[in-house]
């Protein structure tokens, strides 16, 4: 019937081919597999980490400290002699396990929440978003700082700090679109003969606000990485001995001045890399799903 | 847009020309008014020459201004009743004069603004003649009745933040009497040997009465002279020193400039002192932002804090010169007694010999600080390499001790080390991965890192939840009771909470603390160390160096083991 | 709802944010490990003195004792004690705070001249590769941590070309000092009292009349009793003024800007210091920003030159240059000025980590410093303070958008 109609388009929108993705559309589409492919180069990298650093990656003195790159060490050493390609082959994971858990926790919790005052209007709406608007409201880092020192280090706790900021981000964005959405000719007919609420969110609402949310997801992917590396620039990253990419860009600008170029560099570029697979993803994505989406860029 | 016709083209033409004019009167008057107040305000005052500089600079050659560059900020004011850290402690004592001073480059105390001074056999009166002809800012001569004011005044206002409190001036002093206008009598309540010392401590700086002034019947913690802004003289209550405070600006709590200028009064004014007639610093926001400022020549002298890689390298450079110094900063390691496994002297041991300063030393600090072997760190007396009994690192002695109590390569002493993450410390986290790394090649021991930021890591210490961890000292002042009290003995150690009690150690440490000869002392201070090598209480890792880097034209740089930075002997050559 | 109703509403709802805001503050701060007091004892301290400091910071009171205390006092305007050194916490961020503003103001500058004009640009050649590579720069930099572009730019410009300096907000002994209108008792009375009114008088008057024309009014008998009713006021206003300052030694407006202080001095040299200063903060934390405007410019811009008016203005000839900012311009300009409102408020939060790195006392870096301090009431007040703004800016951007297309009242 239409229902099964409104939700086949949707979802072939959601997962179309690869190759008719790079077609379609130009530049959007090759956005996303550039985005893609980068991604997923840095996460398999990551993973086989364990297997393909030539040294381990925490140990000190394998190496003269400060060595610039050269043929024994391809990328360098830091300052406590550490190589720095296995630091950099394994420095991703913390990263990518804070942005992953974060966007769980967020997703767990706001689109849930969004979906439900959203519905249930009224006072219940106002609440949420008042609440919301006010976390909103507050520069983020400062939010993510308060909640690490409460919580303590650790990759979960990070987590924890950046999705409590971007939450309101995922409520606000689904709110919008449910609210412009109920107002649809064929929701409130669904309604009128008697679909039940629940059907609704599920068969019309959820499918529509799915690529929004696809497009915030990657958005804040790319910027809890960006956080991440901001916390971990204050001193509030995990514990010294994980290789951590944040961790070398913080200990690389020290050694910047002095010429000691490789410890930031080569830490930097990766971060930007991840960021930018993210967000390149997004880009596209958003370009395709919702060519005439509002571009709210809400962080 | 409408259609236009002429008339309202003429109109409108006619208007715009009207108002053009009248702008144009309005802004010549306004532009006159500029001009008019920019000629009225005052001019910021030209220093007045010296009346005879020293004699091996001559007056063209020596530069009349200096900008130095640090990282640091006064923390609270420039009252020596709370200023309790190095910077504000060093522009005080660029500000005023204490009683005795340090010979520059050594640990010997020469006369100040008093010029000789003897001490009762008992030890517990201490006697002062003061130097006569030195005035204050209004004129009024310095006498006998501002020192007893000074320190009446601090130890009454016993601001819990301040160094009074915190030295404990106020347990050691018992009063100061006038005895004539220029001799000044300090009676203890203990003997103190390490009284001159506190007395050349900057926070032992006489007040000027006029601005620390007396508010109702006894001084309390209002008194406390703040930051007041535009107002530098109100600012703090000094005087006598060599320089007078021409400006302080300081935004939400942190300082962005302080000017000084020399001060006609200084009593060594004569002798060509300050050699620099202006002072500007500078503060950056931290290391890297010092080490370029320094680079690209924007001040003349940097000072604190720079990261050792930054020194390093510039050490190579051909147009900056770099100092080092003693250090009297150390860093040690503590470990809980009261639990497991450290309650456990032999434990304690097993880690003292597996330690690898030297390391920690190169890896860290790549060499730029010194391994410490003994509390009491290098320059000072009482300083003995106790701790090299272990044989640093001596695995052997390691694995025998902790086989002893069962620990083995497959029973690994496992605990957590914790460090400071928010730079309270310099390279906290490096120094506990290279502790750790020590530690664990010793192959019976498992270290796991912790760490907190500073404010959470002080909440631990007193809540006694960490296992080991890892803490930093300066001195209050020079002496090595300073570095023993407040570390093994019972009440003077508590704040450290690592829960060690000996009573013979406390009876050594009295005994050093009140006998006046230090041939005597030293031989305590022997038998002090070599019961903390027994008992093991804490473990000292290394004394840092001190740095300053500055341009090549500049001289007068003293890094001695009083950690006093003297703003007034720092000179540059050249136009 | 009418405009008014949803002003009203809005303004009433800001109240509650800001508390619940405070609240969460005030409990998240209470929880964290380690207090204010602990922070003032580096080395030994007696349980008296402890305690003793704990009276002199507030804290023996009982928690809700506190809170209360603490919001009438916002109530009141005041901002309370700094529990690290004492100073009035409303003092110090007042201090700080124009420094963050100045730079959040140059970053957005920077960030939407380079985002709109790339943005046109990029809409212009829709789909081709000058396109592609606009994008492309708009997603990179968002991608690159602001304190790593900063710490190039340093590098670059402050180390090796040697071109500006590397951080810091003024140099030694050059703080703007603003507008010192120094009448005083000294001062000529002629000038005082005759000559400034006059002209001040004829300011409005002159700028009255252009706006009457502006807005094609007539000139007739109600234009001369207003035009006559501005010269009375200003001049008035200024008789006032003077006086003031006459019998008070001079009156001083400084607005903590350093860029407007300095043109109000009047010092040409210290306005190009300060901007000197204030380039690479802002370049950094500018750049990062541009790809959202990028982004929003070109996807607006696009959607608005396919509109008819655009076609006609086109076909009757118009230059390109013309028809691109006079007249698409500014229909998509409406959504790009909603985006640099809500940007402004991030903005701020995002100056925390391009202040560290630039040593720019503003703030953002007290804010941290204060955190790790545990500085209860400086920490709270600046949370206030932030959330205060951040709210004003976007309830002035909601009004204004609601006020300019009334769909949306939501």
């Given at each position: 019937m239409r229902k099964d109609i409104v939700n086949k388009s949707m979802l072939a929108k959601i997962i179309p081919g690869l190759g008719s993705l790079a077609k379609r559309r130009g530049l959007a589409g090759k956005l996303v597999i550039l985005g893609a492919i980068l991604t997923a180069s840095i996460v398999v990298m990551t993973l086989l980490s364990p297997w393909i650093t030539p040294y381990s990656p925490s140990k000190i003195n394998v190496g003269i400290p400060l060595t610039a790159p050269n043929s024994q060490f391809p990328l360098g050493t830091d300052n406590l002699g550490r190589d720095m390609l296995s630091r950099i082959i394994a420095g991703g994971g913390v990263m990518l396990q804070v942005a992953l858990v974060s966007v769980a926790i967020c997703l767990l919790i706001g689109v849930p929440l969004g979906?439900?005052?959203?519905?249930?209007?009224?006072?219940?709406?106002?609440?949420?978003?008042?609440?919301?608007?006010?976390?909103?409201?507050?520069?983020g880092i400062i939010l993510a700082i308060a909640f690490s020192l409460v919580l303590g280090r650790g990759v979960i706790n990070m987590a924890l700090s950046i999705a409590v900021v971007y939450v309101p981000?995922?409520?606000?964005?689904?709110?919008?679109?449910?609210?412009?959405?109920?107002?649809?000719?064929?929701?409130?007919?669904?309604?009128?003969?008697?679909?039940?609420?629940?059907?609704?969110?599920?068969?019309?609402?959820?499918?529509?606000?799915?690529?929004?949310?696809?497009?915030?997801?990657?958005?804040?992917?790319?910027?809890?990485?960006?956080?991440?590396?901001?916390?971990?620039?204050?001193?509030?990253?995990?514990?010294a001995n994980v290789p951590d990419w944040g961790w070398d860009l913080t200990n690389g600008r020290k050694l910047l001045p002095s010429g000691n170029w490789w410890v930031i560099t080569f830490a930097g570029t990766m971060i930007i890399l991840l960021a930018l697979g993210f967000t390149l993803m997004g880009e596209g994505l958003s370009e395709l799903l919702n060519p005439r989406l509002e571009q709210g860029e809400e962080k | 847009m409408k259609h236009l016709n002429t008339k309202d083209v003429k109109a409108v033409s006619k208007m715009i020309a009207i108002v053009a004019i009248i702008l144009v009167i309005i802004i010549a008057g306004v532009a006159a008014g500029y001009y008019y107040s920019t000629t009225q305000q005052p001019t910021s005052p030209t220093p007045t020459p010296s009346a005879s500089l020293s004699p091996t600079a001559s007056p063209s050659t020596v530069k009349e201004t200096l900008v130095m560059g640090t990282t640091d900020s006064v923390e609270t004011c420039l009252d020596p009743a709370r200023a309790y850290d190095f910077f504000g402690w060093?522009?005080?004592?660029?500000?005023?004069?204490?009683?005795?001073?340090?010979?520059?480059?050594?640990?010997?105390?020469?006369?100040?603004?008093?010029?000789?001074?003897?001490?009762?056999?008992?030890?517990?009166?201490?006697?002062?003649?003061?130097?006569?002809?030195?005035?204050?800012?209004?004129?009024?001569?310095?006498?006998?009745?501002?020192?007893?004011?000074?320190?009446?005044?601090?130890?009454?206002?016993?601001?819990?933040?301040?160094?009074?409190?915190?030295?404990?001036?106020?347990?050691?002093?018992?009063?100061?009497?006038?005895?004539?206008?220029f001799v000044v009598e300090f009676n203890l309540k203990i003997p103190f040997a390490a009284f001159l010392s506190l007395m050349a401590s900057q926070a032992s700086c006489i007040v000027d009465p006029q601005y620390a002034p007396e508010a109702g019947a006894t001084w309390s913690v209002n008194d406390v002279v703040v930051y007041r802004d535009s107002d530098p003289r109100g600012s703090n209550p000094m005087g006598l020193?060599?320089?007078?405070?021409?400006?302080?600006?300081?935004?939400?709590?942190?300082?962005?400039?302080?000017?000084?200028?020399?001060?006609?009064?200084?009593?060594?004014?004569?002798?060509?002192?300050?050699?620099?007639?202006?002072?500007?610093?500078?503060?950056?926001?931290?290391?890297?932002?010092?080490?370029?400022?320094?680079?690209?020549?924007?001040?003349?002298?940097?000072?604190?804090?720079?990261?050792?890689?930054?020194?390093?390298?510039?050490?190579?450079?051909?147009?900056?010169?770099?100092?080092?110094?003693?250090?009297?900063?150390?860093?040690?390691?503590?470990?809980?007694?009261?639990?497991?496994?450290?309650?456990?002297?032999?434990?304690?041991?097993?880690?003292?010999?597996?330690?690898?300063?030297?390391?920690?030393?190169?890896?860290?600090?790549?060499?730029?600080?010194?391994?410490?072997?003994?509390?009491?760190?290098?320059?000072?007396?009482?300083?003995?390499?106790a701790f090299q009994s272990f044989g640093a690192p001596n695995y052997t002695l390691t694995k025998e001790l902790l086989a002893s109590l069962g620990y083995n390569a497959n029973n690994k002493l496992t605990f957590d080390l914790w460090y400071e993450s928010s730079g309270h410390y310099p390279s906290s986290a490096e120094q506990a991965l290279v502790i750790q790394d020590s530690l664990q090649a010793s192959g019976v021991i498992t270290v796991n890192l912790q760490s907190l930021d500073w404010a959470g890591y002080r909440t631990a210490r007193t809540q006694e939840t960490m296992q080991a961890y890892i803490m930093g000292w300066y001195p209050d002042y020079i002496d090595p009771d300073d570095y023993i009290y407040p570390f093994v003995q019972s009440t003077g150690g508590s704040w450290l909470h690592i829960n060690y009690n000996s009573s013979t150690m406390d009876a050594l440490v009295a005994n050093?603390?009140?006998?006046?000869?230090?041939?005597?002392?030293?031989?305590?201070?022997?038998?002090?160390?070599?019961?903390?090598?027994?008992?093991?209480?804490?473990?000292?890792?290394?004394?840092?160096?001190?740095?300053?880097?500055?341009?090549?034209?500049?001289?007068?740089?003293?890094?001695?083991?009083?950690?006093?930075?003297?703003?007034?002997?720092?000179?540059?050559?050249?136009? | 709802m009418t405009l008014r109703t949803y002003v009203i509403t809005r303004i009433l709802l800001t109240i509650p944010m800001i508390l619940i805001l405070l609240t969460t503050v005030f409990i998240v701060m209470r929880v964290l490990p380690g207090d204010p007091v602990q922070m003032h004892f580096e080395k030994m301290a007696t349980p008296a003195t402890i305690e003793a400091m704990r009276v002199q910071l507030g804290l023996n009171k009982p928690?809700?004792?506190?809170?209360?205390?603490?919001?009438?006092?916002?109530?009141?305007?005041?901002?309370?004690?700094?529990?690290?050194?004492?100073?009035?916490?409303?003092?110090?961020?007042?201090?700080?705070?124009?420094?963050?503003?100045?730079?959040?103001?140059?970053?957005?500058?920077?960030?939407?001249?380079?985002?709109?004009?790339?943005?046109?640009?990029?809409?212009?050649?829709?789909?081709?590769?000058?396109?592609?590579?606009?994008?492309?720069?708009?997603?990179?930099t968002y991608a690159i941590p602001v304190f790593f572009l900063g710490m190039i730019l340093q590098l670059v410009f402050g180390v090796w070309l040697r071109w500006l300096p590397t951080g810091g907000r003024v140099a030694p002994g050059m703080n703007p000092r603003g507008l010192n209108l120094a009448l005083n008792a000294n001062s000529n009375s002629f000038v005082a009292y005759f000559v400034a009114p006059l002209l001040v008088g004829l300011l409005l008057v002159s700028v009255y009349l252009t706006a009457a024309k502006a807005k094609h009014k007539k000139f007739g008998r109600r234009a001369i009793l207003f035009s006559l009713a501005f010269f009375a006021a200003g001049s008035l206003l200024s008789g006032v003024i003077s006086w003031y300052s006459m019998s008070s030694g001079g009156i001083h407006v400084s607005t903590g800007l350093f860029t407007v202080d300095s043109l109000l001095e009047g010092n040409i040299f210290k306005f190009g210091t300060t901007i000197k200063y204030l380039l690479l903060p802002s370049l950094a934390l500018g750049l990062v920003l541009c790809g959202v405007f990028i982004r929003l410019t070109r996807s607006n811009m696009f959607d608005t030159m396919r509109l008819d008016f655009v076609t006609a203005a086109k076909a009757r000839g118009l230059k390109d240059r013309n028809v691109t900012y006079g007249y698409a311009f500014r229909n998509a300009f409406l959504p790009i000025l909603t985006m640099m409102g809500l940007e402004f408020a991030l903005l701020l939060g995002g100056a925390v980590l391009t202040e560290t790195t630039f040593s720019w006392p503003g703030l953002g870096r007290y804010l941290v410093d204060r955190i790790n301090f545990r500085d209860y009431t400086a920490i709270q007040g600046a949370v206030v303070v932030f959330g205060l703004f951040v709210s004003i800016v976007s309830l002035v951007v909601d009004l204004l958008y609601a006020y300019l297309d009334p769909r949306i009242r939501l």
């Open positions: 979906l439900f005052s959203s519905q249930t209007g009224g006072i219940v709406d106002k609440f949420f978003s008042l609440i919301m608007d006010s976390v909103y409201a507050f520069p981000s995922y409520f606000r964005v689904i709110r919008s679109q449910v609210l412009s959405i109920k107002e649809l000719p064929y929701v409130e007919a669904a309604n009128s003969i008697g679909a039940k609420r629940r059907t609704i969110l599920r068969r019309y609402i959820f499918p529509n606000v799915l690529p929004s949310v696809v497009v915030v997801a990657t958005v804040n992917f790319a910027d809890a990485i960006l956080t991440a590396a901001g916390l971990t620039f204050i001193g509030l990253g995990l514990p | 060093e522009i005080i004592q660029s500000l005023g004069c204490p009683l005795v001073e340090y010979q520059a480059g050594t640990d010997q105390i020469i006369a100040s603004l008093a010029t000789s001074w003897s001490v009762s056999d008992d030890g517990l009166r201490w006697t002062f003649n003061l130097r006569q002809g030195v005035h204050f800012d209004n004129g009024s001569e310095f006498t006998a009745d501002a020192v007893k004011y000074t320190f009446d005044r601090n130890i009454q206002i016993a601001d819990p933040d301040g160094p009074f409190v915190g030295i404990g001036y106020g347990d050691i002093i018992s009063n100061v009497t006038v005895i004539s206008p020193g060599p320089y007078t405070l021409k400006s302080w600006t300081r935004t939400a709590g942190k300082d962005s400039e302080i000017q000084l200028q020399a001060n006609p009064n200084y009593w060594n004014a004569s002798g060509g002192y300050p050699k620099t007639k202006n002072i500007n610093i500078k503060m950056y926001a931290d290391q890297s932002s010092l080490a370029l400022a320094i680079q690209s020549g924007d001040v003349d002298v940097a000072f604190r804090q720079l990261a050792t890689t930054d020194i390093i390298n510039m050490q190579h450079s051909s147009n900056l010169k770099v100092w080092t110094g003693t250090g009297a900063f150390i860093q040690y390691f503590c470990m809980q007694e009261k639990y497991a496994p450290f309650n456990d002297v032999t434990v304690r041991q097993a880690i003292a010999s597996a330690l690898n300063r030297t390391a920690l030393v190169q890896t860290v600090f790549q060499g730029q600080a010194q391994e410490l072997y003994s509390m009491i760190p290098l320059g000072m007396f009482g300083h003995t390499d050093a603390r009140g006998n006046t000869s230090v041939a005597i002392r030293q031989g305590i201070y022997g038998q002090i160390n070599d019961l903390i090598v027994a008992d093991c209480p804490l473990i000292p890792l290394y004394q840092s160096s001190a740095f300053a880097v500055t341009k090549t034209n500049v001289q007068g740089v003293y890094l001695d083991i009083t950690q006093q930075w003297r703003n007034w002997l720092v000179y540059a050559t050249g136009s | 928690l809700w004792a506190q809170y209360f205390d603490y919001v009438f006092g916002l109530f009141r305007g005041d901002l309370g004690k700094s529990m690290q050194d004492y100073s009035s916490v409303g003092q110090q961020i007042f201090s700080a705070f124009p420094a963050t503003l100045e730079l959040a103001i140059c970053a957005m500058l920077i960030a939407g001249i380079i985002g709109i004009f790339l943005g046109v640009e990029a809409s212009k050649s829709y789909n081709k590769p000058k396109d592609h590579v606009i994008r492309v720069f708009g997603i990179v």
